[in-house]
């Protein structure tokens, strides 16, 4: 999916239709815990797609739908090209048309086998199709046609897919995410030079101790490990999309022990950065000789 460059991603949405809607053509990416206020849908076409919400890892393959939730910490990792659809809806839009929408989440598995389930994300991808082909296309009007579809998938979302949570764990989760918004943004203005713990702790406000327990409460990794994988990400992207060497790479993003970066990159992506970066160069001759 599309890079950001800070954890809290503020959606670009279109004036018209209120909303984010595309088609991913994705080469190659690793993108880090991060989170929007809006629920965002991906639907895969071809190729695959590694997801991490929250400490939940899964993949999707052509066929599955996946939704994740507004403020809700996630990850993607694409290693082999893959084509998705994907929307976002802010909860601002949502709030006008959903009553009490903060107080629900929607859920959507696509490894339910229930047929009753099945048959109602089915019909939720039948829509995206259409607005996928209408956004494709746009004949006269289609501005219409689309947000009419908009409407058809948040009536679906509502009645097939909410469940109401209570209120008291979203203040508390919204307070959370105020505060690692200002240390993840701060971490993304700051990622190409080492942080220390007492920076970062100062920045949040924060004793070191209990700085370091919050992160790693609310990350589900340490706070030197996030610096290490945030770095990661751009370094994967400047792998495939370059020609520069390693080194460079690894200096230019401010990873500056390289036996953990290979074990790191090992640990994310299967194989050597050399491997991967050959593998991508011979997948690109493949499609341009198709």
Same mark, same amino acid.
């Given at each position: 999916?599309?890079?950001?460059? #800070? *954890?809290?991603?503020?959606?670009?949405? &279109?004036?018209?239709?209120?909303?984010? $809607?595309?088609?991913?053509?994705?080469?190659?990416?690793?993108?880090?815990?991060?989170? @929007?206020?809006?629920?965002?849908?991906?639907?895969?076409?071809?190729?695959?797609?590694?997801?991490?919400?929250?400490?939940?890892? !899964?993949?999707? @393959?052509?066929?599955?739908?996946?939704?994740? #939730?507004?403020?809700?910490? @996630?990850?993607?990792?694409?290693?082999?090209?893959?084509?998705?659809?994907?929307? +976002?809806?802010?909860l601002?839009?949502?709030?006008?048309?959903?009553? %009490?929408?903060? +107080?629900?989440?929607?859920?959507?598995?696509?490894?339910?086998?229930?047929?009753?389930? &099945?048959?109602?994300?089915?019909?939720?991808?039948?829509?995206?199709e259409?607005?996928?082909?209408?956004?494709?296309?746009?004949?006269?009007?289609?501005?219409?046609? !689309?947000?009419? /579809?908009? !409407?058809?998938? /948040?009536?679906?979302?509502?009645? %097939?897919?909410?469940?109401?949570?209570?209120?008291?764990?979203? *203040?508390?989760?919204?307070?959370?995410?105020?505060?690692?918004?200002?240390?993840?943004?701060?971490?993304?203005?700051?990622?190409?030079?080492?942080?220390?713990?007492? =920076?970062? &702790? =100062?920045?949040?406000?924060?004793?070191?101790?209990?700085?370091?327990? $919050?992160?790693?409460?609310?990350?589900g990794?340490?706070?030197?490990?996030?610096?290490?994988?945030?770095?990661? &990400?751009?370094?994967?992207?400047?792998?495939?999309?370059?020609?520069?060497?390693?080194?460079?790479?690894?200096?230019?993003h401010?990873?500056? #022990?390289?036996?953990? !970066?290979?074990?790191?990159?090992?640990?994310? $992506?299967g194989?050597?950065?050399? +491997?991967?970066?050959? #593998?991508? +160069?011979?997948? =690109?001759?493949?499609?341009?000789a198709?």
């Open positions: 999916m599309k890079r950001t460059e #800070n *954890s809290y991603e503020i959606i670009d949405v &279109s004036d018209i239709t209120n909303v984010r $809607f595309y088609t991913s053509i994705d080469q190659g990416s690793y993108i880090p815990p991060h989170w @929007h206020r809006a629920v965002e849908i991906i639907y895969m076409q071809e190729g695959s797609l590694d997801i991490t919400v929250e400490s939940r890892s !899964f993949t999707i @393959h052509p066929g599955d739908c996946t939704l994740i #939730n507004a403020n809700v910490l @996630h990850s993607t990792k694409c290693t082999n090209p893959n084509k998705a659809i994907v929307l +976002q809806i802010p601002d839009f949502m709030e006008k048309y959903i009553p %009490n929408v903060q +107080q629900l989440l929607f859920i959507l598995d696509h490894t339910s086998t229930d047929p009753v389930r &099945s048959t109602k994300t089915a019909m939720l991808c039948t829509v995206l259409q607005m996928q082909i209408i956004d494709e296309i746009r004949p006269d009007g289609f501005i219409m046609r !689309f947000n009419s /579809l908009i !409407f058809e998938l /948040l009536f679906q979302l509502y009645h %097939n897919f909410s469940v109401k949570v209570f209120q008291s764990d979203l *203040s508390q989760k919204k307070k959370d995410l105020d505060r690692l918004n200002v240390v993840l943004k701060y971490i993304a203005d700051h990622y190409q030079r080492p942080i220390s713990l007492a =920076e970062i &702790s =100062e920045i949040a406000y924060l004793q070191t101790g209990y700085f370091c327990r $919050f992160f790693k409460k609310r990350m990794v340490t706070f030197l490990e996030y610096q290490n994988e945030y770095r990661l &990400s751009f370094i994967y992207r400047d792998l495939i999309s370059t020609t520069d060497p390693v080194h460079v790479i690894l200096e230019r401010g990873f500056t #022990n390289y036996k953990l !970066f290979r074990q790191m990159f090992q640990e994310h $992506f194989d050597t950065p050399t +491997q991967i970066r050959r #593998n991508y +160069q011979k997948s =690109e001759v493949s499609t341009s198709m």
